[in-house]
């Protein structure tokens, strides 16, 4: 008697890829109420070589994963903001190659272990959490905390992108469960 029944259980680790900094957070729901496990960002040194950062990235996040056993990954998509293209800006495709790498490598730990990988794209991030499609990032950061009832969030904005991709995730699945 008095034993809390879990009908609905899902863990989630959301990612905002990067080379210098890769945000993440494990977020369980379960039944209705949403609940922030932990939550980071891995930094690499930007004086060492690329393959060692790949793989510090790599061995963090197989950490994490190991310890928390997510049983779906929620990852920002790569894009290419408009600003950029139509400004004629450049798009500096060093940043757009890190990112690439350092997504490659979340796709290679989940192909590993046998988790499904959902990308969103970080305007459906945005509306989902604030209803504004370009919402800044202080935006976002405040909703995040308000949703989760957190005072603060520490660390680098890419750790609330992360704690906002997984929402994301939780708040698109339970839509479409509704809608079955």
Known sequence: ????????????????????????????????????????????????????RLCFIYNQLNKIINKYKPEVIALEELYFPSKFKSSGLPLYPRTIFATSQARGIVLLLSAKKRINVVEYNPKSVKISITGYGNADKTQVLNMVKRILGLKEINGPDDTSDAIAIALCHLYTKNFHNMKE
């Open 1 to 52: 008697m008095g034993e809390k029944i879990i009908v609905n259980r899902k863990v989630v680790l959301g990612i905002d890829p990067g080379l210098s900094r890769t945000g993440w957070a494990i977020l369980k729901q379960e039944n209705n109420k949403i609940i922030p496990v932990i939550f980071g960002c891995i930094e690499t040194n930007s004086n060492d070589i690329l393959p060692n």
